[in-house]
């Protein structure tokens, strides 16, 4: 059984059809590209697949449940987590701080009364869990600095490790590559490796195409809301469509 299941989903947003009847499958364990240009609809879809949107029709079933509609802490509470396009870092506080943020992403309430409503041993649980992750990620040294204080390596290593801390099962990535430099994009690839390595099935939406064509086992590739192809890397890279719609010549 897939992990999860795109069926013919179309998103809406007043006259413009931002995804028209999608259908993709993503098998356990395996990191999935999801690639398409600038405005396909992969963070929409995203965000259908968090709970953030409900699709205008279709369906998203997760290992074998429906989940379209159901509210974002619902569809956490089933492991599946997102990690943003923009960033998202409380820059005022430290790198444990933020992390602990990831403890509470299940929870419906604000961070603080979850982190004050926790007793002293769910604290103490919490803050193991936060630093055997940074340990993970490499940023157990870094614990104490400041969100703002990090360089964009870092920051990104940090917006895994929250979502991170909330054990997901999947992890949709929206963009982490952005901006980063060539020995940056290097240690990203390695992080997102481990990352499915320890078990966690990932779906990556990214532009750089080094980092998408090294990582991915399979990739489905939208433009205009609509699925264009499906392949191995090898195959998505001499598709004439694709490479007509997005890849170009740069490839
Ligand atoms: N909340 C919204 N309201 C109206 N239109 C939206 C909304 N969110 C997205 N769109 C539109 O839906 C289309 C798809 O946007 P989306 O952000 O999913 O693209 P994308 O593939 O993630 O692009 P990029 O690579 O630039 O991040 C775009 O035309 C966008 O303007
Ligand atoms: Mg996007």
Redesign the pocket.
């Known amino acids: 059984m897939p992990v999860l299941e795109i069926n013919n989903v179309t998103?809406k947003?007043?006259g413009?059809t931002?995804?028209n009847g999608v259908s993709f499958q993503v098998e356990e364990g395996e990191i999935r590209g999801l690639i398409?240009?600038?405005?396909?609809?992969?963070?929409?879809?995203f965000?259908n697949i968090a709970g953030f949107?409900t699709p205008t029709n279709g369906s998203v079933i997760y290992r074998g449940q429906n989940i379209e509609g159901k509210s974002p802490h619902i569809i956490a509470e089933l492991g599946i987590v997102r990690t943003f396009?923009e960033t998202t870092l409380f820059q005022e506080l430290t790198v444990f701080e933020n992390a602990l943020v990831g403890c509470h992403i299940r929870a419906k309430t604000d961070l603080f009364s979850a982190i004050l409503g926790l007793d002293r041993q769910q604290q103490k649980a919490a803050a193991e869990k936060v630093m055997e992750v940074l340990d993970f990620m490499g940023l157990a040294d870094r614990k104490d600095q400041l969100a703002s204080e990090l360089p964009l390596g870092s920051q990104r290593a940090l917006a895994i490790s929250i979502a991170l801390v909330s054990e997901p099962k999947l992890m949709l990535m929206?963009?982490p590559f952005a901006g980063m430099n060539p020995e940056e994009t290097n240690h990203m690839m390695d992080l997102t490796r481990k990352v499915q390595e320890s078990g966690i099935t990932i779906v990556l939406?990214e532009?750089d195409m080094k980092a998408v064509m090294g990582l991915c086992h399979y990739l489905t590739v939208?433009n205009f809301?609509q699925l264009l192809a499906e392949g191995t890397p090898e195959q998505i890279r001499n598709n004439e469509k694709v490479i007509e719609a997005y890849l170009g010549g740069a490839n």
Request: hydrophobic share 30%; glycine share 20%.
């Open positions: 998103k947003f007043g413009l931002a995804l398409g240009p600038n405005g396909a609809g992969k963070s929409t879809m965000k949107y396009q929206d963009e939406v532009h939208l809301g």
